[in-house]
């Protein structure tokens, strides 16, 4: 399949295998900062392959994860209502607020629909003019475009009975949380690709340079991610603090204009809370003041909802790259995918999950 | 002016299933007539009766059943009959049994196109000719509009095992090939892309089919060499592999160059973010074979359109018991485990 198996050659990956084992001279811990990237890693056992001076450890780019229980709650409880249909992207739905998931809801009557696209959220407001159509507009930059759309041509049609629960958050004051951080190991990061291509990599350049790391805009097949691992070792070994992209195919350096453009119109910049990180100043978007009669929040009195996280979770640890998840007292054992404790366990695209489906108490070597 | 007289009568003729349909009066009776009895007849069914009388071969019994909510009802490559047919045909033929005969339970939803239930009866009443087997006996009930999705189908079905074979999945030995009859996850790739809110089209076709004709012959070959078969339906060949693994408590390690998809099939799985593994099938078979009888199955398997591409994908092992686990093209290992549950696609 042309633009994938190119990028699965096992003998490709084999030579940048050896090119990283004759590149490295010394221990480098590298952060992947996207849960699809993380995924790859794990799913086709790149982290074994590498030497083992190369550490991978997972960053927070996973938007599932870092999604607040308090929005959980909040989607759960707009999702009960008999005037609204609620649509959401597939995988928010296993995810569990404190004592449900929009599945349970559906099960108790709540109108939960799973959509690929917000445009489609608009398409069912048109169609049923006495329902309340809510999405769940939730992720980083790669779904803020499409998000932003929706509420736009909303506003263009007058189309009155459509909202956004809004959960939008962005990746570089991520990763200068990250960096800030005092248990910080993270000395490179693999940018993920999906975020470049909308927001390109202009932006990563006051990071490299201000906290001395390579960023590296990275994609998601193997023969990518080690393509990637090698330019950062690389990097690191010369001691450059620089952004090299390793995604030229997807990715420029200013991104796609046009999508940016529909983001600043639609939505401003905004603090938001990270699950099991807390509050990162100006970390997300949030709708701008012409757009205000679309927020859910908004429209639905929310403010009483209020949520803890579980005290064993420390699936921020993990998003922050401080643990790996196999290291968790509660890994496998309080904390299964059945059972999830954090949000780093359900989602496809966590690391809890990706160590517990393909590596979990079994020695892989 | 005269007014001409006018006779009300009962409309008899309806374009679509109506509640009187399931009510046991003349409406029913001419559901049966019309739809039902032109398609499937047989010496059982065709006496009308509550129930069919049967005189079973010697032998131990086979019975199962299941019950089909496929939406949509007709999608590329079948339709819920023959899924229907299908289906209970290979749960019998994969215990080792000769399939025979049948039941039919429709629950229909008040408004289905009566021209939409004859295909489906037509369809499954070919399926069974196809298969070898006669759908004996059968019932029709109607619900109110929105009580079912248009038409929710069980079919049970009665066959007899083979002497001498003894097929079940705690029966995998170490040392055993794991043989995989084709490629994996048409069938429910081709459900997942004909449904509504996907914007791409694709040419996966279902995979739909009785296994029980290719399952006999390799049974007549070697019938004590297999040790354990399965059809990989929900869940794909990874729920197979899993529950054979934990049910024998052995361990199963297959090769990921092994493993068949097709480049559409492939390709809908990439977009969504779904492992073909997890995917279902409805005409493949996952098989545990005895190592020395391996080539005598795959020259059998191979003499069959449904088992052209069958493949070794790996082998039973003493190691890690209960799970399985698979060699990547890279060289690296992974678990392959079971799937949570409804496979979900990704936000991004």
């Known amino acids: 399949m042309k633009f994938i198996d190119e990028y699965r050659d096992p003998q490709l990956a084999r030579k940048f295998l050896d090119e990283i084992r004759r590149t490295t001279t010394r221990h480098w811990t590298i952060m992947e900062i996207c849960g699809g990237q993380t995924h790859s890693i794990i799913r086709n056992g790149i982290d074994q392959l590498l030497p083992e001076s190369i550490e991978l450890v997972h960053g927070p780019g996973c938007p599932v994860c870092v999604t607040p229980l308090e929005s959980i709650e909040r989607a759960l409880a707009i999702a009960s209502r008999k005037e609204v249909i609620f649509t959401s992207f597939g995988d928010m739905l296993r995810v569990p607020g404190n004592s449900k998931d929009l599945f349970m809801v559906r099960s108790e009557g709540g109108d939960v629909r799973i959509l690929f696209s917000p445009l489609d959220a608009l398409q069912i407001a048109r169609d049923n003019p006495t329902k309340e159509v809510v999405f769940f507009a939730v992720g980083f930059e790669t779904t803020a475009p499409a998000n932003a759309m929706a509420v736009w041509q909303a506003a263009r049609e007058g189309i009155k009975n459509f909202s956004v629960l809004v959960s939008q958050v962005m990746v570089p004051p991520a990763m200068r949380a990250i960096l800030l951080s005092p248990g910080n190991r993270v000395q490179g990061f ?5 975020v470049c291509a909308v927001m390109g990599y202009e932006e990563y350049e006051p990071v490299a340079h201000e906290f001395n790391v390579p960023v590296v805009p990275t994609g998601f097949e193997p023969v990518d991610l080690l393509a990637g691992i090698l330019r950062t070792v690389e990097l690191l070994e010369e001691g450059r603090a620089e952004v090299v992209n390793c995604y030229g195919r997807v990715v420029s350096r200013e991104g796609n204009l046009a999508a940016k453009q529909t983001i600043s119109k639609v939505f401003e910049v905004t603090d938001r809370q990270w699950r099991g990180i807390g509050l990162i100043p100006l970390s997300g978007l949030g709708l701008r003041a012409e757009y205000a009669h679309f927020d859910a929040e908004k429209k639905f009195d ?11 979770c420390m699936s921020g640890s993990v998003l922050q790259g401080i ?25 496809s695209e966590g690391a809890c999950a990706a160590y517990y489906n393909y590596h979990r108490n079994f020695d892989v070597s | 002016m005269t007014i001409a007289p006018v006779c009300f009568t009962p409309i008899l003729q309806h374009e679509t299933v109506q509640m009187a349909h399931g009510a046991g009066g003349r409406l029913s009776q001419s559901l049966m007539q019309r739809v039902f009895m032109p398609h499937i007849h047989n010496p059982f069914l065709d006496l009308l009766d509550d129930q069919a009388k049967l005189d079973l071969p010697s032998g131990r019994t086979a019975f199962t059943t299941d019950t089909y909510v496929v939406s949509p009802v007709f999608f590329p490559g079948g339709n819920i009959g023959e899924l229907a047919v299908n289906g209970t045909v290979n ?24 021209a939409e239930l004859e295909t489906i009866v037509k369809s499954m009443a070919e399926a069974a000719c196809r298969a070898g087997v006669m759908i004996v006996t059968g019932d029709t009930k109607v619900v109110g509009k929105g009580q079912c999705d248009r038409i929710f189908i069980n079919t049970s079905g009665i066959g007899i095992i083979r002497e001498g074979v003894n097929l079940s999945c705690r029966n995998l030995k170490v040392g055993d090939s794991i043989i995989l009859s084709g490629t994996v996850g048409d069938h429910g790739m081709a459900i997942m892309t004909s449904r509504e809110g996907l914007s791409f089209q694709s040419r996966i076709t279902s995979d739909c089919a009785a296994l029980n004709g290719m399952i006999g012959s390799i049974l007549d070959e070697v019938p004590l060499a297999i040790h354990a078969m399965r059809d990989p339906t929900r869940g794909g060949v990874a729920a197979t592999l899993n529950e054979l693994a934990v049910s024998s408590s052995v361990g199963i390690e297959i090769n990921e160059t092994t493993i068949l998809v097709k480049p559409d099939v492939r390709g809908a799985c990439e ?4 492992d073909p593994l997890h995917v279902a099938n409805e005409g493949k078979l996952v098989m545990a074979v005895a190592a020395d009888k391996v080539q005598t199955v795959l020259d059998v398997m191979r003499t069959f359109d449904l088992g052209r591409d069958a493949v070794i994908i790996g082998s039973v092992v003493d190691d890690h018991p209960g799970m399985v686990v698979m060699r990547t093209v890279y060289g690296s290992r992974r678990i392959i ?5 409804e496979q979900l696609p990704r936000i991004c």
């Open chain 1, 190 to 194: 693999l940018a993920a690709g999906h």
């Open chain 1, 302 to 312: 929310l403010t009483h909802i209020r949520a803890a996280e579980s005290l064993l």
């Open chain 1, 323 to 347: 643990l790996k998840p196999d290291a968790c007292p509660a890994f496998s054992r309080e904390c299964t995918p059945e059972h999830p404790l954090g949000a780093t366990m359900v989602s």
């Open chain 2, 91 to 114: 749960d019998l033929a994969v215990g080792g049994a000769k399939p025979l005969y049948l039941s039919a339970g429709f629950v229909l939803e008040e408004g289905f196109l009566l």
């Open chain 2, 271 to 274: 977009l969504l973010g779904i």
């Open chain 2, 337 to 341: 485990d079971l799937p949570l549950g």
